[in-house]
């Protein structure tokens, strides 16, 4: 099979763990004998400081033209404490999730029995945790009419859905329960917002078209606590894209294995796999940063928007090799020996 | 001294929280030589039931003429999945917070060395938390234009918040921070709203008026993780209305003593103490609820409301002797016995 792969390596050690990616990836394709075109293309800070623009035209028309996009990560400290400044990386994240149309972002939250222990939780409490979050990613406060008035003095953000938005995102969560715990649990605010009444009324509309599946609803609040009570007691979780924002954050942080988390953006055009860590600058360039989450997006990738669930089984099976056998990074390695960024994604390819 | 007190006790186990607290602020009263004025009003879904209106007029004419706000718990679960109630016990809520005035909850998390071991989380992570939310309550997307287009088939939240409002509220935050640890930390999404970069703008511009503290700036996504991570890393946090909302909630499960703490909600007309317990209706009329919280909120309003330090100090060793000897409620009895919720506000007052 040709895999048409647009590679956006991003900021930070964004460079680092893509390679360690690629490398897994190219084993992969030559022991199931297929061709996998990589096209680079530039996104977040580095394309700021190349073209002056975060998703620059150019990286569009090659994401378009992929199959799927790998990423890295994007986001530079010299922007975070400047609210003027008028050209940012995240503008980028937000320009390409829309014009790709990345309608949903599936976060799984799982953990890894061997660390188990590095979790902030009580054993008891994490264990069994195996949930997914459908976070919706074009749409809401995100995309919503923003500005300012009274000489500045007067902020405002616009939050808006349509039906049509929160079907089209509640359904995949219905298909996603269907295929695993048929537990769906719509998370919103409707004792306050509009919105998350549209929300929770077309929720329970949808419900008769999946009479297996046993829907909830609570309130955002509510799970950021039971999130960290009882997280092993959720399925599926859909929400809309600033509470996703938050809960996708906090569940990441509950599995003691924030490193290792892959993530998918389903869209309309293309689909979209990274790691759900950030650019992690104080890491960029020393070649420590942990590469498992975005192997492990890799593996997403193959499965997801490839269909090649073998090759995605390879891929998990050999990284929950390198934990076993500790060829992980210092942020894993405990007392033990740290092996570097490229080191691993070495052995991960060599035991491919 | 005369203390004018409006009594709000309204719904699930309010009224019988509310009860204790009662019983030991008029044992305070009574040993330190004050006289209490109680005077109850109805709200939630007591108020709807009674007079069609979750905060009636007449209960807010009875919390503007008193000193201070005793309030329980308001919500039921009738409304929770029926997203077309015209009427909500919630309305009341947010009506009495803006015609109250109540611009600031004052949300404490801390630990009692006695129950630390109920938290969520590792004793390592959890022990030595003490930290306060102050979350802004009369603005942002709780109080903007909201409505509905098309049909129905949009629906839009606005989310609005003035430098001045901004300023109200920061400026509390930079005081408590001085009166404990003097760190800081504004909680915002200012890298993708515009009304959290007002909100950053604001804090930058305040700071030089308060040298002595150290001001961090921190994404509401990264809050939410390491509130879960290192809640004992936090001092004070500053913070718009609907992250407030996620954040206290997130932060009150990880003590591990959620039914123990207050809350107080300082107003432009008055002050209003409440603890941060739902209105738990499963547990109504059982006379099993935890009132502790509902009595440290008194001992905050003694404290807060009318400057009586030694009154508020005097419930708070009589709440720590309960849960040294074991006079508690079931949720907190463990393998001994469980108190009655009556049963431990008389200890407790009989110990003033
Ligand atoms: C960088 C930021 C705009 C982004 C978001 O809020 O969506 C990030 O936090 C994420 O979750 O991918
Ligand atoms: C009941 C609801 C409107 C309220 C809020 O969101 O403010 C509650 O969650 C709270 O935090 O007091």
Redesign the pocket.
Known sequence: MKLNIALLAGDGIGPEVIDQAVKVSNAVAQKFNHEIVWTSALTGTAAIDAVGEPYPDATHDICMAADAVLFGA??HPRYDNDPKATVRP?QG??KMRKKLGLFA?VRPTFTFPSLIDNSPLKRERIEGTDLIILRE?TGGI?FGERGRKDDGNTAFDTCTYTRVEVQRLAKLGFEMAMARGKRLCCVDKANVLETSRLWRETVQDMEKDFPEVTVSYEFVDAVAMRLVQWPNSYDVLITE?LFG?IL??EASVISGSMGLMPSASIGVHTSLFEPIH?SYPQAAGKDIANPLATVLSAAMMFEDAFGLKEEAELIRSVVNKSLAEGIVTEDLSGKNKAYKTSEVGDWLAKNI
Request: hydrophobic share 30%; proline share 0%.
């Open positions: 994007i986001g995240e994240l937000l972002n990613l995100y894209n924002d996708t954050d950030g």
